[in-house]
């Protein structure tokens, strides 16, 4: 029995090693690989549970997504979005201008109407002659 923890302990570690080697040093969490190198070796069943608890990152499908390293991470944020536009009229000048145009549109429906109305009245009338 204890010949076969012994098997699964060695075999956890070689693991956890190779894991470590050919792992991306930008997804190496908590200490760089070196440090983690020396932990699995030093102590072998602990030092493997802790690679695969902590030491790495998991991608959410299982595929490798490609990342930048911590050095590379720019400082200031880029997804800077401009600010929305400011009205600066006040509210006696939005109500002129919605009076404005609440009167544009009335008479635009009045010139439609007359057109409407002339269109019909000539219409019959001179087919009838």
């Known amino acids: 029995m204890s010949f076969l923890f012994s098997l699964l302990v060695i075999a956890l570690m070689i693991g956890a090693l190779v894991d470590i080697f050919t ?9 760089p690989k070196l440090a983690w190198i020396v932990i699995v070796i030093l102590l072998p069943l602990v030092g493997a549970l802790l690679w695969f608890a902590l030491g790495r990152e998991y991608g959410e499908s299982g595929i490798q997504i490609p990342r930048m390293r911590r050095a590379e991470r720019p400082t200031a944020p880029t997804d800077v979005r401009p600010a929305p536009p400011v009205d600066t009229r006040t509210t006696e000048q939005q ?10 549109w009335r008479r635009r429906e009045e010139i439609e109407k007359r057109r409407h109305d002339g269109d019909a009245s000539t219409g019959p009338a001179g087919s009838g002659s």
């Open 23 to 31: 792992r991306d040093s930008s997804l190496v969490k908590y200490l």
């Open 95 to 104: 109500i002129a201008d919605l009076d404005r145009e609440i009167e544009e």
